[in-house]
C-alpha cells in the first residue's frame, strides 16, 4: 500500500469558521469537508456491502424460499454443502480453467509486450488496438459468436478445418473440449488486456538494462528471460492474481457459450449461486454457497501469492 | 547466417505471428458482422463466408418486433446516468482522501482498499433481496445505479490521479474565499478531465456490457438492457434466433468501438493506473 504524503488542510479560524466551539463534533467540523466529501462511499457501502454480507451470514443458516417466513435450519446448508459435488465440482472447472488459459494467455502477454515495446516494429498503435479490441465486446455478444463459429456441425472452425484437410473437433460438444474453447473465448478477450498491463510495466525498465546486456553479446531470448521476465515479476504477479479473482468470478462466458455443459464440465460456482437463487428459489442454500466460495477464493488468492514471492526473502 | 540476415528472419517471423494473432482478435467481428446479413437458413446451412442473398432483414426484424430501440435506450441512459454519478462521486472521495488530512483518514483508505477484494458474486443473493423486499427496486434502473455509485476502485484510481493537482492552486482559491466544494467544482474538477476522462470510460464500458446483475433485477422485457436482450433471443437447443443474435451483436460494439478509437489514450490509462504501482 502506498504511503500518503503530507498535505494541505484548510486553515481554521474558530469563531470565524462557525459551528460548535470545543469536544469532539468541534473536530468533525473542523473537517466537515473531507468527511463529506468520502461519505456517499462509506453510506453506500454499509447499505450496500456491509449490511447484505452480514444478511447473507444470517441467511446461510436459514432456509427460506425468498418469500414467506424463515425457518432457521442451523448448520444444514452448510453440512449439505460440504457433500454438494456438483457444487465442489463446478470450484473445480474453474481451477481447471484456470491451468488451460491463464499461463499461456500471460505467457503470451509478456511475449507480445516485449515485441510492442521493442520498437523495431511497424503500426506499433495499430498492433496494440487490434490485441485490445475484443476487451471492449460484451461477452453476451461474443459468447454467442463463439458459439456459432465453434458448432460443431454447421461452425466455421470445422467447415475451415475441413478445407485443410483436418478432422473436425467437438469444440462445444466434449468434456475437455468445451474447457479449451471457453479457454479459447477468455484469451481472445483477456490477452489485449493483460498485454496493456505488461506493456505499462515494461515502460518502467530502463532501456539501458537491455542495451547493456545487448552490448554483452546476449541473445534475443537471454534477454528475455534473465532479464525482462524477472524485472517484470511483479507486475506478472498482479496480472496473475487478477486472473485468478477473474477465473473464480466467471458468470457470462459459460452461461451462454456452454450454459455448463456438456456434463457440466464448464459449470462455474457463481452459476451454481445463479441457479440456486433463482431456478431453484433456494436462498438460504445459495448464501451458503456464496461464503464458501469467497472464502476458498481468499485462501487461494493468500496461497498463490506466498509461493510466488516464497523466494524473494 | 550474418547478423543482419538473422535480423531479418527475426522481423519476418514476428510479423507473421502477429498477422495470425490478428486474423484470431478480429476473425469473431468479421463472422458476427457478415452473420449478421445472412437469412437464418443460410447461416447453418451456408458454407459460404459472404452472405449469398445478404438482407438487413435481421435488424428490420430485432426493431420491428423485439423493440430493440427501447433497449438501446435503456442501456444508454441507465450506462450514462450511472457514469456520471459514480465519476463524480469517486473524484469527490478521491480528492478528499488525496488532499486532506483528517482524522481515521489511513483507516477509512484501509477499509476502502480492502472492500475491492469483495467478489459480486457474494452479494447476488442479499442485495437482491434488498433490492425487492427493501427497496421495491425491481424493474427499476436503481439497481444498476445506486449501489456501484461510489466504488473503492474508481476513489482508488481518482486519489492517485489527485495527488498531482497542485496544492498552490487550491490554496489560491482558498485565499479567494471560495468554500472547499467551490474548489472542488471549480479548481479541481477540470484540472482532472484527464483523469475523469479515464474513469469514465471504464466505468461506461462496464455498464454498458453488464450481464450478471441486469440479468438478475431487470425481469420485465421493456426495462431490459441490450446484453439481456441478447440473452432472451436464445432459444431451445436448434432455434436460437443466431441470426437476429448476430445483427444485435454488431449493433451493442459498435459504441464501444466508436469510445475506443476516438479516446484509447485514456482507456489505457485507466487500465493501467494501479498495475504498475500501488
Known amino acids: 500500500m502506498s504511503q500518503f504524503r503530507p498535505t494541505t488542510s484548510p486553515p481554521v479560524t474558530p469563531g470565524v469558521t462557525g459551528g460548535p466551539r470545543r469536544g469532539p463534533l468541534r473536530v468533525l467540523w473542523r473537517h466537515r469537508w473531507p468527511l463529506l466529501f468520502v461519505s456517499p462511499f462509506f453510506v453506500l457501502f454499509a447499505i450496500f456491502a456491509l449490511y447484505p454480507i452480514f444478511f447473507s451470514l444470517y441467511l446461510s443458516f436459514h432456509e427460506w424460499r425468498g ?46 509486450a516485449t515485441v510492442l515495446h521493442g520498437k523495431f516494429l511497424k503500426l506499433q ?63 481472445w478477450a483477456w490477452l489485449g488486456y493483460n498485454t496493456i498491463i505488461m506493456l505499462a510495466g515494461l515502460q518502467t525498465i530502463p532501456t539501458e538494462v537491455n542495451e547493456a546486456a545487448a552490448v554483452d553479446g546476449a541473445t534475443r531470448s537471454q534477454v528475455f528471460w534473465r532479464i525482462t521476465v524477472p524485472l517484470l515479476k511483479p507486475v506478472i504477479l498482479f496480472a496473475v492474481t487478477l486472473s485468478i479473482i477473474g477465473t473464480f468470478q466467471l458468470f457470462t462466458e459459460p452461461y451462454i ?57 | 547466417m550474418s547478423a543482419r540476415h538473422g535480423d531479418l528472419l527475426v522481423k519476418g517471423v514476428t510479423y507473421a505471428a502477429l498477422i495470425a494473432l490478428s486474423v484470431f482478435m478480429l476473425f469473431p ?43 438501446f435506450w435503456n442501456s444508454f441512459y ?23 488530512d483528517f482524522p481515521g483518514r489511513n483507516m477509512m483508505f484501509a477499509i476502502m482498499l480492502a472492500s475491492m477484494t469483495i467478489p459480486f458474486a457474494v452479494l447476488l443473493v442479499p442485495l437482491f433481496v434488498m433490492m425487492r423486499n427493501t427497496f421495491g427496486w425491481i424493474d427499476t434502473p436503481w439497481p444498476l445505479i445506486v449501489p456501484g455509485a461510489a466504488n473503492a ?45 479515464s474513469l469514465g470510460i471504464i466505468f461506461f464500458m462496464a455498464s454498458w456490457n453488464n450481464f450478471l446483475w441486469p440479468l438478475a433485477v431487470l425481469r420485465s422485457e421493456h426495462m431490459h438492457t441490450v446484453p439481456i436482450m441478447l440473452n432472451s433471443l436464445q432459444g431451445p437447443p436448434g432455434r436460437t434466433a443466431f441470426d437476429l443474435l448476430m445483427a444485435g451483436s454488431v449493433l451493442s460494439v459498435i459504441p464501444m468501438l466508436i469510445v475506443f478509437f476516438f479516446l484509447q489514450r485514456y482507456l489505457i490509462a485507466g487500465i493501467t493506473a494501479g498495475s504498475v504501482k500501488g
Not at chain 2, 487550491?170 to 471560495?178: E, F, P, Q, S, Y
Request: aromatic letters at 16%; hydrophobic letters at 55%; a positive charge.
Open chain 2, 153 to 197: 476502485f474508481g476513489i482508488f484510481f481518482m486519489r492517485q490521479y489527485m495527488l498531482s493537482v497542485s496544492d498552490d492552486m487550491l490554496d489560491a482559491g482558498r485565499i479567494d474565499g471560495a468554500s472547499e466544494f467551490g474548489i472542488f467544482v471549480r479548481v479541481v474538477l477540470p484540472t482532472a478531465l484527464p483523469g475523469l476522462a
Open chain 1, 257 to 313: 457459450l456452454t450454459g455448463g455443459g456438456p456434463m457440466r464440465a464448464t459449470e462455474t460456482p457463481v452459476m451454481q449461486i445463479f441457479s440456486s437463487t433463482f431456478a431453484n428459489l433456494r436462498f438460504g442454500y445459495a448464501a451458503a454457497m456464496s461464503y464458501v466460495y469467497f472464502v476458498t477464493i481468499v485462501v487461494l488468492a493468500i496461497v498463490q501469492f506466498k509461493l510466488v514471492t516464497r523466494g524473494d526473502r
Open chain 1, 67 to 112: 418469500i414467506g417466513p424463515m425457518r432457521p435450519a442451523g448448520l444444514a446448508n452448510y453440512t449439505r454443502l460440504f457433500g454438494d459435488r456438483i457444487f465442489w465440482n463446478s470450484m473445480l472447472n474453474s481451477v481447471i480453467l484456470f491451468f488451460i488459459y491463464v499461463p499461456i494467455m500471460t505467457f503470451m502477454a509478456v511475449v507480445i
Open chain 2, 29 to 71: 467481428f468479421v463472422w458476427m458482422l457478415v452473420s449478421s446479413f445472412k437469412p437464418f437458413p443460410e447461416i447453418f446451412a451456408g458454407r459460404t463466408f459472404l452472405p449469398v442473398e445478404p438482407t438487413i432483414a435481421n435488424y428490420v426484424a430485432l426493431f420491428e418486433r423485439y423493440d430493440a430501440l427501447r433497449k
Open chain 1, 125 to 187: 498503435g495499430m498492433w496494440r488496438a487490434i490485441i485490445f479490441m475484443p476487451h471492449l465486446t460484451s461477452m453476451v455478444a461474443a459468447g454467442f459468436t463463439f458459439r456459432l463459429i465453434l458448432d460443431t456441425h454447421s461452425g466455421f472452425a470445422n467447415q475451415a478445418f475441413q478445407w485443410l484437410g483436418l478432422s473436425p473437433v467437438p469444440w462445444l460438444d466434449d468434456v475437455w473440449w468445451a474447457r479449451i474453447s471457453l479457454g479459447l473465448l477468455m484469451i
Open chain 2, 78 to 100: 441507465i450506462a450514462t446516468t450511472a457514469t456520471a454519478l459514480s465519476v463524480f462521486l469517486c473524484a469527490l472521495g478521491g480528492y478528499a482522501f488525496a488532499k486532506f
